[in-house]
């Protein structure tokens, strides 16, 4: 097995390449290296200067790739192959990635006949190469820095490395030459790893492949370092994430989505490393493996993240990372006990025509492509090793070999069972091949038993006669590697195909696609919004009507209460001034009657005030509420004689009353102490009135406060102002009426002192000299601090030029005058509020 001279290298291959050449040529060179493996696969033919010159002269050649096994390429693409990218793919850019394979794909020509030029092969051949479809499996061998430094002494004798010609020689006694489809140097750097052995195949996966890629090789040969890389020289994983989002950077037609898990398998036991330590008092839930038709072999429960850009997948990652087992070993201070299994799964649609953030609605309406699910597995595997000293590591060797080991049997099988399947008996082919003795081969399953596209990468350190590498028998670890390698590029037989499309709609319910999954939810949570947002609307439209009516109703209610409120001040003032009419009325009477010094025209205009007066107070005596005296004044009031008004006026009680009615001086004339009762009343009315003005004002003042805290959508400000204005004129209504009350309080002391005045003059029955008496009267009407109304009153015609009982009529006729004045300025005041109200009123019926 294995050996073989049937294939043909480019002799471009031949020539040794410069490691420090710029990047872009070496890159080219690899392209073209790996052009020659391919043209070497398909012709089955090798130069024999080559073979003399790689392996020298009597070391049979042994190539992992007979001319007579060359697994099927998907052709559907004008790509067929894993071919390296051109060199412009270390470019991180979307467009750097996809355009370089299709790039390499263009110019592959160009490159080729740049070959041709120098040697190389036919155009033909190549073309008949990528139709045979080899490069589904990729194995390449990675050859470490000898950690002792010795590379370039014995090794050199011993072992042989070309990269060129993807070679590995060994002439020591298991001898041969080994032909990979990539051989990288001691020199070569992770880029070019990722480059030649990952790049295509990680684009296939975007595509829709599954592609799954893992390192093996000895403990401490590089495994990790290959996949992970460092900071400073990023390994296959981050190169892939990064060539990941290049690509759906690239691909606007197409939607995707990632999910990334992480597991390791440890002592034949699998772990979440993204689940993250268990709670206190509970056991982390054991990974168990599962198989299903659509999904084939997987892990569960298992941790997925969705994933939305580079650095979140490394977040993720690294986070795993942190979490696998490492520990110390013989060979290597940071050794991954573990095989480790990074899976991405990628998810991707075609965009709906037209659809954009603008077009949701849109797009929502049409049906989306299907969903294609497609899986990158990127493995780093623990490495084989000798049984160690250690029990633990002794144990966890124990099951890596095992594991590693079951791996090797069943790729070793893989060609028996190549040969059952084109006899059709795959009963057969499923009781031989012992995937499930490991759970690493029974995860593996799926990619080595053909679903896959497959890189294998083999990491070998070759250890000179007398380096530290060969006193660890590192070589027969290294040919074992080597032999692993040839057996799994023999073997593994891969007829990958595009994953098929899950039909859209829900279709397929138990679909996985999460893209699917999610533009569903998307769906339904869009139409709930849409209900949500026309339930919303309705109930705000129902609360705004509801609002407007309250509104509606609470200023009706205002208005009644304004119109109420203006009535009942309309009443309460006619009321009023019904009775002080009726005592202004009985005033004039007495005076008419009894008040011998009267100007003529004072007199007729008396006359005439009685005359409506009377009138008014017998329309008026219905409605009218006034105190005890007023009132039998009243009903008395239009009976009564002329002659004999005044006893008719303040009533027949008998007593003082009777003297009183009858007048002090028995003509009938009003004594001063009933028009001070009189005006007491006519007092007390007053202060009721203006105690029911403020009631209804503060009612107002209540209501409108209430009002306005209750008019939150927006203010009324007409109406406000209204009521201020109300408010205004009530407050200046009440000012009025207080002073007015003042006056009177004025005109009641000024009467009494006038009145003790007389009673002190009386007895004596001597009226004072005219001079004396004007001195008197001034000093008295000074005295009691009379207003100004009283103060021109008493500076007119004044009755002291009267006798002593005309004087007292004179008082009282003074008084009247102020009163039938402060009536008529009522009436006035009356006649405009009442205009005014009704103006408010027409206006608040207005609006
Ligand atoms: N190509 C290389 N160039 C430079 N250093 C390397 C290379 N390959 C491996 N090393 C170094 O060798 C050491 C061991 O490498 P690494 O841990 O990757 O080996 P491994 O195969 O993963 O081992 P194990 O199976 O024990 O985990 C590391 O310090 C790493 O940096």
Known sequence: ??????????????????????EGQRSARSSRSSIGSTTRDSTGRRSSSNRTKV???????????????????????????????SPRSRNSSAHGSYASATTFEDIGEEIFIADAVSGGIPATDRQSAQKDGNGNVIVSVRVRPDAGGNEGGKTEVEWMVDGRKSLVSYRGREGGEYIYDNVFTAHDNNAKVYDSAAKRLV??????????????????????????????????IPLAITDIFSFIRESPHREFLLRVSYLEIYNEKIHDLLAGPPMAGQTQEEVKLREDSKRGVYATPLKEEIVQSPTQLLRVIARGDNARRVSSTQYNARSSRSHAVVQIVVESRDRVPGSGTLHESKRAALAPGGVRVSTLSLIDLAGSERAAENKE???????????????GTVIARLSGDKEKESSGNTADKEKHLPYRDSKLTRLLQPALSGNSLVSILCTVQLGSVGSVASANSHTGETLNTLKFASRAKNNIVSHAKKAEEALPNGADAGSRALLDRYRMEIQELRKQLENQTREQTNA???????????????????????MQLARTALKERIEHLNRLILSSKSLGVNANRSFGYQPRESLASNNDSHIVSQRSSTASRATLEVPNLNRKSSSSSGDSPPSRPFSNTLGAEPGSEEEDSIGEYGDGTATQAAQIRALQADLADRNRYISTLELRLRQARRSSNSRVTMAFHKPQLHEEGGAEALLKEKDAEIAELRARLDDKDRMVTALRTAARQRDIASPSKEAPALPERRRISAHRSQSSGASETQKKTMSGPLPLLLPEKESAGGDVDVMTRMIDSMMSDNGVLLTRKSSRRTSLRTGSEGR
């Open 55 to 85: 392996a020298g002269p009597g070391i049979p050649l042994r190539s992992p790739l007979p001319s007579s096994r060359l697994p099927d390429w998907p052709l559907e693409a004008n790509n067929g192959l894993l071919n390296p990218p």
């Open 540 to 562: 705000r439209d129902e609360e705004e009507e509801r609002a407007r009516e309250l509104e509606a109703e609470q200023r009706h209610e205002e208005q009644m209460l304004e």
């Open 393 to 407: 590591r002794r144990t966890e060797g124990g099951h890596i070999n095992k594991s590693l080991l079951t791996l």
């Open 1 to 22: 097995m294995g050996r073989t001279s049937g294939h043909t290298t480019s002799p471009l291959s031949l020539s040794a390449t410069p490691e420090d050449a710029p």
């Open 203 to 236: 684009r296939r996966v975007m595509e829709g492949y599954h592609g799954t890629v893992f390192a093996y090789g000895m403990t401490g040969t590089g495994k990790t370092f290959s996949m992970q890389g460092t900071a400073t020289s990023p390994g296959v």
